[in-house]
């Protein structure tokens, strides 16, 4: 995908990497309504707050850089959550491409996978009913499920597919030092049982290949953040346990490096400083860029009912910024996360009559009660509306007509 005509003359043009980066305090505090942002502006730690605004920059030798502004301290831990997906479906095209190049298979996006037991209680997993074709596990399939509607057992396959060692060293050889990532999502393991992968079999027609059981050798440390532990209380087995919880073990990525991962698949044509994927494949780029800007409801593979999956359920910054880019209009690319209090976005914003957009990284903490693990964490009553607004406000101030750019 590359940047259309018009989006290019529309770039800022400046001699230097970076423009003058925008104000973002003042941004929201000058807003319509800012009330909605002043309890986070006032206590940013509390509230974990980052955020970061990227938008394309035309330097003058013809390149392309970007223009950054900021909000929140960048060391301050966050808990990726379900954001970090992305970068386990890229680490996991990565690892059957390098399959592929060493054995001399052709094992893509058609690929059936088949997830074979090791720990008590596992079953087989070849088949997923949400599948129209046939029913069959496919990694098409799989990464799918893992951007429209963001599926834990999606990302936990790719987990099988890379191990642990393939999923960080895929992210640092590309530049993004900062990478973590620990463990599975929502299945419950220990430390050691997330060093060691289940057995993957690739089936393509008559070919099938055997991805073996495998250990870490890498060891995993979160000393780059501060404030790892968070809350002041959590539930364990029904029962309320008085004291912080730890995230040093827990996945982990600076928020810069989280939005240039989304830089590299959207716009590699966009100088981050770092080498991006080009281990991928042009067919398996453009169907991740196309998973992570389509709406479940535009899905034909799998399906999902419109009544039970909303258009911004996965699209945080979606309803604020429609008041600004009409429907009809606009595209969010995105990898959203949301778990113990934290609700992160990491989008590119597109209006698609022009290709101007922007990136946009954000993160929020909301747990008035302090509890980790009770389920009570004021997401619709504190996050969404802050996320609505801001994404109208970022929109207004760089997409609108007029705005000052």
């Given at each position: 995908?590359?940047?259309?005509?018009?989006?290019?003359?529309?770039?800022?043009?400046?001699?230097?990497?970076?423009?003058?980066?925008?104000?973002?305090?003042?941004?929201?505090?000058?807003?319509?309504?800012?009330?909605?942002?002043?309890?986070?502006?006032?206590?940013?730690?509390?509230?974990?707050?980052?955020?970061?605004?990227?938008?394309?920059v035309l330097r003058a030798d013809g390149t392309i850089g970007l223009r950054r502004s900021r909000l929140g301290d960048p060391l301050q831990y966050f808990y990726p959550a379900s954001s970090i997906k992305l970068c386990g479906a890229l680490a996991a095209l990565l690892a059957l491409n390098a399959?592929?190049?060493?054995?001399?298979?052709?094992?893509?996006?058609?690929?059936?996978?088949?997830?074979?037991?090791?720990?008590?209680?596992?079953?087989?997993?070849?088949?997923?009913?949400?599948?129209?074709?046939?029913?069959?596990?496919?990694?098409?399939?799989?990464?799918?499920?893992?951007?429209?509607?963001?599926?834990?057992?999606?990302?936990?396959?790719?987990?099988?597919?890379?191990?642990?060692?393939?999923?960080?060293?895929?992210?640092?050889?590309?530049?993004?030092?900062?990478?973590?990532?620990?463990?599975?999502?929502?299945?419950?393991?220990?430390?050691?049982?997330n060093r060691v992968t289940r057995a993957v079999v690739l089936r393509d027609g008559s070919l099938e290949t055997r991805l073996p059981a495998r250990d870490a050798s890498i060891d995993l440390q979160n000393d780059l953040w501060h404030d790892l532990d968070v809350g002041t209380a959590r539930q364990s087995d029904g029962q309320r346990i008085d004291g912080p919880m730890s995230f040093s073990r827990k996945n982990a990525i600076l928020l810069e490096d989280l939005q240039d991962v989304l830089v590299e698949?959207?716009?590699?044509?966009?100088?981050?400083?770092?080498?991006?994927?080009?281990?991928?494949?042009?067919?398996?780029?453009?169907?991740?860029?196309?998973?992570?800007?389509?709406?479940?409801?535009?899905?034909?593979?799998?399906?999902?009912?419109?009544?039970?999956?909303?258009?911004?359920?996965?699209?945080?910054?979606?309803?604020?910024?429609?008041?600004?880019?009409?429907?009809?209009?606009?595209?969010?690319?995105?990898?959203?996360?949301?778990?113990?209090?934290f609700s992160v976005e990491n989008a590119w914003v597109e209006d698609r009559r022009t290709g101007a957009g922007f990136f946009l990284a954000i993160v929020l903490y909301t747990n008035p009660d302090g509890v980790l693990n009770d389920d009570v964490y004021a997401y619709e009553e504190i996050a969404d509306p802050f996320l609505d607004g801001l994404g109208e406000v970022i929109a207004r101030a760089v997409l609108a007509p007029g705005s000052a750019r």
């Open positions: 995908m590359s940047i259309p005509l018009l989006a290019l003359l529309l770039l800022p043009q400046s001699p230097s990497v970076e423009a003058s980066p925008r104000d973002l305090t003042t941004l929201l505090r000058e807003a319509a309504q800012p009330e909605r942002f002043a309890p986070m502006l006032a206590d940013a730690r509390g509230y974990r707050l980052q955020i970061l605004l990227a938008e394309p399959h592929n190049r060493a054995h001399g298979t052709a094992h893509g996006l058609a690929t059936q996978l088949a997830i074979e037991p090791r720990f008590p209680g596992d079953v087989r997993i070849d088949a997923d009913p949400s599948n129209v074709v046939g029913g069959t596990l496919t990694a098409a399939h799989v990464l799918k499920k893992l951007f429209l509607v963001s599926d834990n057992a999606a990302y936990n396959h790719c987990f099988e597919i890379a191990g642990p060692d393939g999923l960080n060293r895929a992210m640092w050889d590309a530049g993004f030092a900062s990478v973590r990532l620990w463990h599975r999502l929502s299945e419950v393991r220990t430390l050691d049982e698949v959207i716009r590699p044509e966009i100088d981050t400083g770092k080498r991006g994927f080009p281990g991928l494949t042009v067919e398996q780029r453009a169907f991740v860029v196309h998973s992570l800007g389509e709406l479940p409801r535009e899905s034909v593979n799998p399906k999902f009912d419109p009544g039970k999956v909303s258009d911004h359920g996965c699209k945080f910054v979606l309803r604020g910024i429609r008041k600004v880019v009409p429907a009809e209009h606009l595209r969010v690319y995105d990898k959203i996360g949301r778990a113990y209090g």
